[in-house]
């Protein structure tokens, strides 16, 4: 339904402001002209780079008509703006058409390209024909309707036409689902399936067309050598006497050929695109000539025979005449006296047929069925009587040169349905890609297919079974068999298909540099940005010559028959994913899939893709397999050493609605006891220069996750959002700079809050997706805590272990995170040694078994102590303890640790005392800091506004602030004086509190016990004890911790969140 536009012309006014001097506002453009990013917002966010949208605007027109939405014009452009660039909008094509670069007279590098003006039928429709039709229908259509039968070869055909036309119409879809720059296939492909897929794709279409070129190659000189200069072969022998050495010589001159076709590219695309139409022009002839040919048949059939000695062809270059003795020679050896001949030409005759029977000789009916067998079986004419010998020299007969079977057809034919892509390459050369891309396409494809099935019948049901299954036409003088069917002249055929696959060979090496260079300049994968440098009208040399290299090892293969069946895996895996772009993209349903062809289904696109994957297997299976595992090894590097890419890829989409359907799933329930793991939140704290303090909290989080589950990595900045976005967005930076370096699988965010507890609280509470949130923190030991002159770092230590507490979630705190080991080194022996205290789950237990899933903890044993009370059976503990362990499947050895109620010692009566005088003392100072910091916070008040009365020269009023000391000030300042004399004496006479008494006596002698056992542990684990209930203790609680760990290099301490996390059952 077309949509309707109204236009609405504003007319010009003045502003009604009255000092409006008439002066037109304009919009400072600080950009090039040629990117557009707007002011900073506060977030160092660039904008997306368009060539559509532009800054540039008349300020005499906006300043008047639209000052509301002046601020707006720096980054977003009007519509009459918008609706400008799209009109002048071109493509800048690649290699089709020539182009220069110049400076204007800004400095600014400019490109000059003649307007795209081809259309349907020139731009698509010829190149597909051209690409399409070529040697497979000139040297081996022939052989595989005789070997295949005709049944069999038209399955074969619909099979890849089949193949060939969903993957046109999927191609369609995406091709005219917005603009596509030239480049074509990959640039489609990849902005698709995203860089990894793109990548992998791109390089396999690279390759595919490569080998194509050799093909090409070696058609061109099979025609040669064969047909044309049958005498011109290098090591003087021809194809029947010794394969290998004609191979040798197709080696030779493919390799001389290659040289000149380089050499051709090299110095200019033009020169090929000038060449086109001839070569084209010699396929259409041939094909013409072939129908022509046909006609002739059913008149006069041509005079083409084939001398068969029983029911066997002989070679006809061997011999003149089509008579006994004249083929004696062949069979006979020894004088005329002694004459000793073969069996099998003693006991048949010499008979002479017709090559080319005729449209109306109902030949077609003994060409139905498929004649397959093994190399170098004798090729036979069925129906035809004769008398059986023993085994007999093979050298005269007609022979299979390989083995053949159905599938090996496939492989050999499918590169003729190749080539469906020449009209999107030239994208960049259209003038109406959207609507000329579907429509030259397809119908190429049904023109094509229609040949080619013609083609089928016509030849089962014109030329006799035995000329058909001689691949080489030695049977008929080493005419081209296709030749023998054409009018006027066999030559038509040679020299039109010697030109064909010239034209074709040449395109070849244009087009797969191209596309080699468009990847490398996607740089995508950093190896191959070399080959995305050219020359200075743009030819991309370096990449000319890696393809010319691995053109030439196609070339050293040696044979046509060798070289499809690879250039068929290539081209199947390319289509294969065409399908699957388009599949996902129409399952998706994203809001950018809006492409102008209608005519696709996403069913369409699995049976494309389907079908290309039988292919593969169906042609060569273990060829198949070798290129999916050169994408997959593609896939893989990209994902790993590739750039970073973001290009609204559809893998991208379907990875989000699968995470959403995840989450989802996940959030119907809480995970099972079997599948809980530590899923992280991390909490950093940051530097003045927003450096990371601990990094090596990063290296534990990497050795205890071992890249699995969920890891957030977090830290607060303190201030507001407008004022530090910037420098939260450079802190995310830096935390991913060190994740990645410490291989830390996980995700990243930095919040900024008006303070460091409320923003850790905020992390705790919301961190996370759905049933993807974390259910342990990992936070690092506030180091030098009591030489700090604010006691905020260890409240807000605190405050987290409280609100991780009340939020059911586990605490791990390392302490000495410093000394913890990086992800280089290698613990060559030692102990993890955990002492389970309290009973938290289970966690306890199962972090020193993923720790040691680690190669830097691997080596580590595991102990496991726990401590025993005086009326505690120590014995029955340790047996019980080993039962738990062994059903647990953990290998650790137990010791029972006796701890018995001794008397509290002076030690600890004194640390005890020590601890809350200081406590008492730092509260003193706390409050008197309060007071002078009051006290001159008034004194600056009252400075202040006296200043401002005397600058204001205003009379003083009876409300004025009086600066003088009252009786009642002087009394209150000297009674806060003694009460302050008074606390002070208090502290040095004070006792201490009983119940930390007992707290401390409990950290002093579990801590005697610690050292003694475990001073030379590699890592100590134990259960946190729980902070008090009321702030007043927590710095005692603090002392408690430190009086608890001290002496220990490296200690975790571990708090669980109620939950079991391990359990005995399977």
């Known amino acids: 339904m077309p949509t309707n536009f109204t236009v609405v012309p504003v007319e010009d006014s003045p502003l009604s402001d009255p000092d409006y001097d008439g002066q037109i506002l304009k919009v400072e453009d600080k950009e090039g002209p040629d990117t557009v990013a707007g002011p900073s917002s506060g977030d160092d966010t660039p904008r997306e780079t368009s060539s559509l949208i532009s800054t540039d605007h008349d300020g005499s027109i906006y300043g008047r008509n639209m000052a509301l939405y002046e601020d707006e014009m720096d980054s977003t452009p009007m519509v009459s703006s918008l609706l400008n660039k799209l009109a002048n909008y071109t493509n800048i094509t690649q290699g089709a058409v020539e182009h220069e670069e110049a400076e204007s007279e800004d400095g600014i590098r400019r490109v000059t390209v003649n307007g795209p003006q081809m259309g349907t039928f020139i731009g698509v429709y010829l190149p597909c024909m051209q690409n399409i039709l070529g040697v497979i229908l000139f040297l081996r259509l022939t052989w595989i309707v005789g070997t295949a039968g005709i049944i069999e070869a038209l399955a074969i055909v619909f099979m890849c036409c089949t193949c060939t036309m969903l993957t046109a119409i999927s191609m369609s879809a995406i091709a005219t689902n917005g603009v596509v720059p030239a480049g074509g296939s990959y640039y489609m492909i990849s902005r698709a399936l995203g860089p990894e897929f793109g990548g992998a794709v791109g390089l396999c279409f690279y390759l595919g067309t490569t080998f194509a070129g050799s093909m ?253 299954r001689d691949k080489f036409g030695s049977s008929v003088k080493n005419t081209l068999v296709v030749g023998t069917l054409a009018w006027p002249s066999h030559w038509v055929i040679v020299i039109g298909s010697f030109f064909s696959c010239c034209g074709a060979g040449l395109q070849s090496l244009t087009g797969a540099p191209r596309i080699l260079q468009a990847i490398a300049r996607d740089g995508i994968m950093p190896f191959l940005q070399v080959f995305g440098h050219s020359k200075a009208n743009g030819e991309p040399t370096w990449a000319l010559l890696l393809t010319a290299a691995i053109c030439e090892i196609g070339i050293l293969i040696g044979s046509v028959d060798a070289v499809a069946p690879i250039l068929s895996m290539f081209f199947l895996m390319c289509y294969l994913f065409v399908n699957l772009a388009c599949a996902i993209q129409t399952l998706l349903r994203t809001p950018n899939w809006r492409p102008r062809f209608k005519f696709y289904h996403w069913s369409l696109s699995f049976l494309g893709m389907s079908l290309s994957l039988s292919l593969m297997f169906v042609s060569s299976w273990y060829y198949a397999l070798v290129v999916m595992l050169i994408a997959g090894c593609i896939y893989k590097y990209i994902e790993y050493r590739g750039a970073e890419k973001e290009w609204g890829d559809g893998i991208r989409g379907l990875s989000l609605n699968a995470a959403r359907y995840a989450l989802i799933k996940l959030e119907e329930a809480p995970p099972h006891i079997k599948n809980w793991r530590p899923q992280l939140l991390v909490l950093l704290k940051l530097g003045s220069e927003l450096e990371i303090k601990h990094p090596r909290l990063l290296s534990f989080t990497s050795q205890l996750k071992a890249g699995r589950g969920l890891t957030i990595v977090c830290s607060v900045l303190e201030g507001t959002f407008m004022a530090r976005g910037a420098d939260a967005k450079r802190s995310e930076q830096n935390i991913k700079a060190a994740m990645s370096k410490e291989k830390t699988k996980g995700f990243c965010h930095v919040v900024v809050s008006s303070n460091q507890r409320d923003g850790f609280s905020h992390l705790i509470q919301s961190a996370g997706l759905g049933g993807m949130k974390h259910n342990a923190v990992l936070v690092a030991w506030p180091t030098n805590w009591k030489q700090s002159e604010s006691s905020l770092s260890w409240k807000n230590f605190i405050e987290t272990i409280r609100e991780t507490t009340a939020a059911h979630q586990a605490l791990l ?130 400075n202040t506004k006296s200043h401002n009365l005397l600058n204001d020269k205003t009379t003083p009023t009876s409300d004025r602030v009086q600066m003088t000391w009252t009786k009642e000030k002087l009394v209150s300042e000297r009674n806060r004086q003694r009460e302050a004399n008074m606390a002070v004496r208090d502290i040095f006479n004070m006792k201490p509190n009983q119940t930390n008494v007992r707290r401390m006596h409990t950290a002093v002698k579990l801590n005697e016990v610690i050292v003694n056992k475990s001073q030379g542990a590699q890592l100590v684990l134990l259960n946190m004890p729980g902070p008090p209930k009321n702030e007043c203790g927590d710095e005692n609680y603090m002392e408690f911790l430190e009086v608890l760990t001290e002496g220990l290099d490296r200690v975790l301490l571990v708090r669980g969140g109620g939950r079991e996390v391990i359990t005995i059952y399977s």
Not at 280 to 304: E, H
Not at 416 to 426: E, F, K, L, Q
Not at 837 to 866: A, E, N, S, Y
Not at 930 to 938: K, M, S
């Open 813 to 942: 705190v390392a302490k000495n995170i410093d000394q913890f080991p990086t992800n280089q080194d290698r613990l060559a022996e030692g102990t993890i040694d955990v002492w389970w205290i309290v009973h938290d789950g289970g966690l306890l237990m199962l972090l020193p078994f993923l720790l040691r899933q680690h190669k830097v903890w691997r080596k580590c044993k595991m102990r496991i102590f726990t401590v025993a009370q005086m009326d505690d059976n120590s014995i029955q503990m340790k047996k019980d303890l080993q039962m738990f362990l062994y059903h647990l499947r953990l290998d650790a050895k137990v010791e029972v640790v006796e701890m018995h109620a001794g008397d509290i010692s002076a030690f600890t009566y004194e640390k005890t005392l020590v601890m809350e005088q200081r406590s008492q003392m730092l509260k003193q100072m706390q409050l008197s800091k309060t007071e002078r910091e009051r006290e001159a916070q008034l004194i600056h008040d009252r």
């Open 216 to 468: 090409y190659i070696l058609g061109t000189i099979e025609i040669f050598l064969i047909y044309i200069m049958s005498n011109a072969d290098v090591f003087g022998a021809n194809l029947k006497d010794d394969k290998l050495t004609m191979q040798n010589s197709m080696r030779v001159y493919g390799t001389c050929c290659l040289a000149i076709m380089t050499l051709v590219v090299f110095v200019g695309v033009k020169y090929v695109n000038k060449l086109a139409l001839v070569f084209l022009s010699c396929v259409v002839l041939s094909i013409m000539a072939v129908y022509a040919g046909v006609i002739q048949t059913a008149i006069k059939p041509p005079n083409f025979t084939i001398c068969l000695l029983g029911n066997r062809p002989l070679q006809h270059n061997k011999f003149d005449k089509c008579l006994k003795s004249e083929v004696r020679k062949l069979f006979c050896t020894g004088g005329s006296l002694n004459e000793t001949c073969d069996e099998y030409f003693t006991n048949n005759n010499v008979t002479e047929i017709e090559a080319i029977p005729g449209l109306l000789s109902g030949v077609i009916s003994g060409n139905m069925w498929g004649h397959y067998g093994p190399k170098e079986m004798i090729v036979e004419k069925v129906g035809q009587s004769s008398e059986p010998a023993s085994e007999t020299d093979r050298e005269p007969y007609v022979l299979n040169d390989i083995t053949t079977f159905f599938t090996i057809l496939v492989g050999i034919y499918f590169p003729s349905v190749t080539g469906i892509m020449a009209g999107s390459n030239r994208s960049g050369d259209l003038r109406d890609p959207q609507r000329s891309i579907p429509t030259g396409t397809i119908l190429a494809i049904v023109t094509t297919s229609f040949i080619y099935i013609s083609c089928v019948v016509l030849f089962g049901a014109c030329i006799e079974g035995v000329v058909l």
